[in-house]
């Protein structure tokens, strides 16, 4: 993306944003999306959310980002997609 975003300040933008992080890793973070965010659905849609609160002004164009995201679906999410599977 162009600019590295340091850990505590993604940390506490996915807070602001309500998204968990479950676990850290030197080179990512677990996350857990709350259910009602259905329009963050992949790493890239988290990196997104990050970047509009951090600011795309902010962000210069050389780089890249040294960190990697992985998301772990809600157990309500996976609960309601199931009953719907079944309907």
């Known amino acids: ?18 998204i968990q992080v479950l676990e850290e890793f030197p080179d990512r973070l677990k996350l857990s999306v709350p259910p009602y965010r259905a329009d963050v659905q992949r790493e890239v849609d988290v990196i997104e959310e990050i970047l509009r609160i951090y600011g795309y002004n902010n962000v210069g164009m050389s ?14 999410r996976i ?7 079944i309907c």
């Open 1 to 18: 993306m162009g600019e590295v975003i340091d850990r505590l300040s993604i940390k506490s933008i996915l807070k602001s944003l309500e």
């Open 63 to 76: 780089g890249r980002m040294n960190a990697s995201l992985s998301i772990v679906p809600s157990p309500m």
């Open 79 to 85: 609960k309601l997609k199931n009953a719907f599977l």
